[in-house]
C-alpha cells in the first residue's frame, strides 16, 4: 500500500516547496496531498487516512492545535504522525503544539534537507 | 557759697550708695552690723565716760569743799589762839617778859588769820573770776562774813598795838598796874572779845554751811551723771534699734528685693512662656551673679526651646508633606505590622478594593483583604530580606501588579522585621498594551517567517537540485559556479534573518515578562553537560578543545534548564567564534552564596572599552569596516536578561589578544529554603 503525505499550509508557495522536498519521496510511490486549511485537512486526514501530516498552524478557519487535537482524539486517526511546522518558533508554541499531541514540531524557515530526511525517516524509507 | 544741707544729704546718699554697689552681700551685712554694734558701743562708752567726768567733778567739789572747810577751822584756830593770846596779855601785864613773849604769839595769830583769811577772799575772788559757781546762800554768808567781821581783827590789833605802845613796864606797879590791867580788860571787852568769839562762832556755821552744801551739790551731780548715762546708753540703744532698721531695710533692699526680682523674672519666664524676659543686674554681689546665672540659663533654655520647636515644625511639615505623598501616590500602599494590623493605607489602595469610606488602620489584614493578599503578606513575613513581586486581581477584571517588601529598621541592632509593604499598581492599561505588543510581535515574525521560508527554502532546493539537473557541460560551469556561490549568500542572509528575528522576539518577550520561567532546582553540570554536547561539534571543526571544570559538591541553583543552556550555548557560541586556536573552558564554582560560571576562552580578546558595550543590544564588538559580523548583536543582550531574571549577575573580563572570560553567577539555592512561588 503506497504512503501518504498530507501537507497543510494555507500559504501556496509553502505547498509549493514542500511539494518540491518531498518530490524524491514521490518517486518512491508516496502519495503527496494538500490543503490550504483546518477544516479541509481534517476531513483528508478523515477519508485519506495519511501516515504523515505536516500541519501549519496558523491558518484560517481551525488552526493546526485545533486539527491536531482532534485527530489525536479520534482513536482512527491517533496513530497518524503529527509533524507541527510552523513560524511561531518559541517554547509556549512548542508546548502547547506538544500537548496537543504533535509528534514533532519544526519552525519555519526549515531546511528542505531535515524535513526530507523526517519525512523518510517517519516512512521507513530510504532515501 | 554753701550748699544746702538737703543737697548734702542726698549728694552723701548718692555716693554712699554708689560705693555700697559693688560691695558683695556678706560685706553689706557685716557693714550693717558692724553699724549697729558701732553705735551701741559708741553710745555706751559715751555715756560712761560723760558721768564719769561728772562724778570727778563731784569728787572735786568736795575736795575743794573740804580744803575751805579746813582753812576756815584754821581762820577759826587762829582767832581762838588771838582770842586766848589777848587775854593772856591781861594775865601777864605785870610780867614784862611774859607778856612781850605772849604778844609776839599774840601778833603771830593775828598774822596767821590774816593769812589765811586772804587767801580765802582770794580764792574766792579766784573762783568768781573763773566763773566757778557758787551757791548764792554761801556768796551772801561770806559777804555778812566780811562785812560784820572784815575788819575785826585788824581793828582789834590796831588798838591793842595803841595801848602796848603807851605802856610802860618800868613804871607800871601798884594802881598804875590795876589801873593799866582794867583798862586792857575794858579794851578786851569792848573791843574784840564779844565780836571775835561771834565771828568764830558764824565762821564756824559757814563752814558747817560749806559742808552741808558741798555734799547736797556733790550728791546732785552724782545724780545728775547717772541720769545722763542712762540717757546716753537709751539713746545708743535707740540709735542701734534706729541702726538695725536701716539694716534690715538695707538688706531687704539689697538681698530681698533683687531676689524677689530675680524670683519674679524665673516665674515669669515659666508662666508666659517668654524667653525674652531678663532678670535685672544692678551691682557685682551674688544676687547680681544669680541673676546673671538665671539670664544665662533663660538664654539657654530659650534657644534649645526654639530649637526644639523648630526640629518638631520640621517634622510636623515632613509628616504632612509624607502624608500627602502617600495620599496623592498612584499606586495603592498598604502597610502591616509584625502582628498582621493594618497601620496605613492611600486613597488609591481602597478604590482599588472598594473599601473607601472604611477605617483600615488598626484592622487585621486577614479581616479585610482576600487571600492573594494575605499570602504575600505572610510570605513576606516570613522571609523579609526576599522582597517579592507578584500580580494580583483587582476588581472588575483589573490586574495590579504588587510589590511587597519588608520594613527593615536603619538601626542595626534591630534585626527583626518591622512590617510589610505592599505597593500595588493597576497595570490592567499596560497588560493590555503588552498583549498588543506580543500579538503584534508574533504575527510581523510569523509574517517575515513565511516569505523567508519560501525564499530560503526554494534557495536551498535549487542548490541542491541544480548540479543534478544541469549537466556538466563545460561551458555552463562557470555560470554553475557563480549561481551556487550567490545562493549561498542568500541563504546565509536569510539564515542571519531567521535569527534576527527569533532574537528580537525572545528579547522583546523577557522584556515584556511574556516568557514562562520553569523555575526548578537545577544542577549547574547537568546546564554545562548540555550546553557542551550542543557545541563540542562545533569546537571540534573549528579546532578547539572545549571542556568543562566544575568543583565537586555544587549546590543547586533554581532555574529554567532550557534558558540557561541557551545562556552557555551563546557564551561557548561566542568564545568558538572569537578563538582561532587554543581552548574553550566551562568553569563551574562556588563563591559564599553564589555559584559562579565562566566561560573561558583563549582568543582575541576584548579592549577595555569594548567590555562595557558587549552585553548591550546590536553591539558587534570590533571594527564594523574590517570584521565580519558574525551574529546578531542580540545574544549577550539576552543571556544578561536572563541570568538578572534568574537573580544573577553577568559580566565579561579580557585582555586584547589574551582570551575573554564571560561569566555569570546564580545564587546558589541552600537547603534551608523554601521552593520559590
Redesign the interface.
Known amino acids: 500500500m503506497n504512503k501518504t503525505i498530507l501537507i497543510v499550509d494555507d500559504?501556496v508557495?509553502?505547498r509549493i516547496?514542500m511539494e518540491?522536498?518531498l518530490e524524491e519521496l514521490e518517486d518512491q510511490g508516496v502519495e503527496l496531498l494538500t490543503a490550504t486549511n483546518g477544516a479541509e485537512a481534517l476531513d483528508l486526514i478523515q477519508t485519506r487516512r495519511p501516515d504523515l501530516v505536516f500541519l501549519d498552524v496558523?491558518m484560517p478557519k481551525m488552526n493546526g492545535f485545533e486539527v491536531c487535537q482532534a485527530v489525536k482524539q479520534d482513536t482512527a486517526s491517533q496513530n497518524t504522525y503529527i509533524i507541527m511546522l510552523t513560524?511561531?518558533?518559541?517554547?509556549?508554541d512548542q508546548k502547547q503544539g506538544l500537548e496537543a499531541g504533535a509528534n514533532l514540531y519544526m519552525?519555519?524557515?526549515?531546511?528542505?534537507?531535515d524535513v526530507l530526511e523526517k519525512a523518510a525517516a517517519v516512512l521507513a524509507l530510504e532515501l | 557759697m554753701t550748699t544746702p544741707p538737703i543737697y548734702g544729704i542726698r549728694n552723701f546718699l548718692v555716693r554712699l550708695k554708689s560705693w555700697l554697689k559693688p560691695l558683695k552681700v556678706i560685706h553689706k551685712i557685716g557693714l550693717g552690723y558692724a553699724l549697729v554694734a558701732g553705735v551701741a558701743i559708741t553710745g555706751t562708752v559715751t555715756g560712761v565716760a560723760i558721768a564719769q567726768r561728772h562724778q570727778q567733778r563731784a569728787y572735786q567739789g568736795n575736795e575743794d569743799a573740804v580744803e575751805e572747810i579746813l582753812r576756815i577751822k584754821r581762820i577759826e584756830n587762829a582767832i581762838t589762839r588771838f582770842i586766848s593770846h589777848e587775854r593772856k596779855l591781861i594775865i601777864w601785864i605785870d610780867d614784862p617778859e611774859e607778856f612781850l613773849a605772849n604778844y609776839d604769839l599774840y601778833r603771830d595769830s593775828a598774822e596767821d588769820f590774816e593769812h589765811e583769811w586772804n587767801a580765802l577772799l582770794s580764792e574766792y575772788r579766784e573762783d568768781i573770776a573763773a566763773g566757778v559757781e557758787e551757791t548764792d546762800a554761801e556768796l551772801a554768808l561770806l559777804d555778812d562774813l566780811i562785812e560784820t567781821y572784815g575788819d575785826a581783827v585788824e581793828n582789834n590789833l590796831t588798838e591793842i598795838d595803841r595801848f602796848v605802845q603807851e605802856l610802860d613796864f618800868d613804871t607800871l606797879q601798884g594802881e598804875r598796874l590795876i589801873q593799866a590791867r582794867q583798862a586792857f580788860i575794858d579794851l578786851n571787852r569792848r573791843a574784840s572779845t564779844t565780836t571775835l568769839e561771834r565771828f568764830e562762832i558764824e565762821l564756824s556755821e559757814f563752814a558747817s554751811f560749806i559742808e552741808q552744801d558741798e555734799i547736797q551739790e556733790a550728791q546732785e551731780v552724782i545724780e545728775t551723771s547717772g541720769r545722763l548715762q542712762l540717757q546716753i546708753v537709751i539713746l545708743s540703744v535707740v540709735l542701734s534699734l534706729l541702726a538695725a532698721g536701716l539694716l534690715a531695710y538695707a538688706i531687704s533692699r539689697t538681698i530681698v528685693r533683687p531676689l524677689k526680682a530675680v524670683q519674679e523674672t524665673a516665674l515669669n519666664v515659666v508662666q508666659d512662656d517668654n524667653f525674652h524676659l531678663r532678670a535685672a543686674v544692678v551691682n557685682s554681689d551674688e544676687i547680681s551673679s544669680l541673676a546673671q546665672s538665671l539670664n544665662q540659663l533663660i538664654e539657654w533654655v530659650g534657644e534649645y526651646t526654639y530649637a526644639l520647636k523648630t526640629t518638631q515644625q520640621d517634622l510636623e511639615n515632613q509628616a504632612h508633606e509624607l502624608n500627602a505623598i502617600i495620599d496623592n501616590l498612584g499606586d495603592g500602599l498598604l502597610v502591616i505590622d509584625a502582628r498582621g494590623t493594618i497601620t496605613r493605607s492611600n486613597p488609591v489602595l481602597e478604590q482599588m478594593f472598594r473599601l473607601e469610606g472604611m477605617t483600615l488602620k488598626g484592622m487585621a489584614v486577614d479581616a479585610v483583604f482576600d487571600q492573594q493578599i494575605i499570602e504575600l503578606v505572610a510570605q513576606n513575613q516570613a522571609y523579609p530580606q526576599r522582597s517579592l513581586r507578584a500580580e494580583v486581581n483587582l476588581l472588575n477584571q483589573h490586574t495590579g501588579q504588587a510589590l511587597v517588601t519588608d520594613i527593615t529598621a536603619d538601626e542595626p541592632a534591630i534585626k527583626s522585621s518591622q512590617g510589610t509593604v505592599v505597593l500595588i499598581r493597576d497595570i490592567t492599561d499596560k497588560k493590555e498594551v503588552e498583549q498588543m505588543k506580543t500579538d503584534f510581535l508574533s504575527t510581523v515574525s510569523h509574517e517575515l517567517r513565511t516569505p523567508l521560508t519560501s525564499i530560503l527554502g526554494f534557495a536551498k532546493l535549487i542548490q541542491k537540485k541544480l548540479p543534478d539537473t544541469l549537466a556538466d557541460t563545460g561551458k555552463a560551469d562557470r555560470t554553475m559556479r557563480t549561481v551556487q556561490r550567490n545562493l549561498s549568500i542568500i541563504l546565509s542572509e536569510g539564515e542571519r534573518l531567521t535569527l534576527l528575528i527569533n532574537d528580537v522576539l525572545d528579547i522583546s518577550k523577557i522584556e515584556a515578562g511574556k516568557i514562562n520561567w520553569a523555575l526548578e532546582p537545577t544542577s549547574m553540570t547537568t546546564v554545562i553537560e548540555s550546553a557542551i554536547s550542543t557545541m563540542s561539534v562545533l569546537a571540534r571543526d573549528h579546532g578547539l578543545a572545549l571542556t568543562a571544570d566544575i568543583a565537586p559538591e555544587m549546590p543547586l541553583v533554581m532555574c529554567d534548564l532550557n534558558r540557561l543552556i541557551q545562556v552557555v550555548i551563546n557564551l561557548i557560541s561566542n568564545a568558538i567564534k572569537f578563538t582561532d586556536s587554543g581552548s574553550v573552558v566551562c568553569r563551574v564554582y562556588r563563591q559564599q552564596t553564589h555559584i559562579i560560571t565562566s566561560v573561558i576562552d583563549t582568543g582575541i580578546g576584548l579592549s577595555p572599552r569594548d567590555i562595557d558595550k558587549v552585553f548591550e543590544k546590536f553591539t558587534q564588538v570590533g571594527e564594523i569596516m574590517t570584521d565580519k559580523p558574525k551574529g546578531t548583536g542580540l545574544g549577550l543582550s539576552i543571556c544578561k536578561q536572563i541570568i538578572e531574571h534568574h537573580g544573577g549577575r553577568i559580566w565579561a573580563e579580557s585582555k586584547l589578544g589574551q582570551g575573554s572570560t564571560f561569566s555569570f553567577s546564580l545564587p546558589a539555592r541552600l537547603p534551608q529554603e523554601p521552593p520559590k512561588l
Open positions: 500559504e508557495h509553502i516547496l518540491q522536498t496558523m513560524a511561531k518558533g518559541q517554547e509556549l519552525t519555519k524557515p526549515f531546511d528542505p534537507d
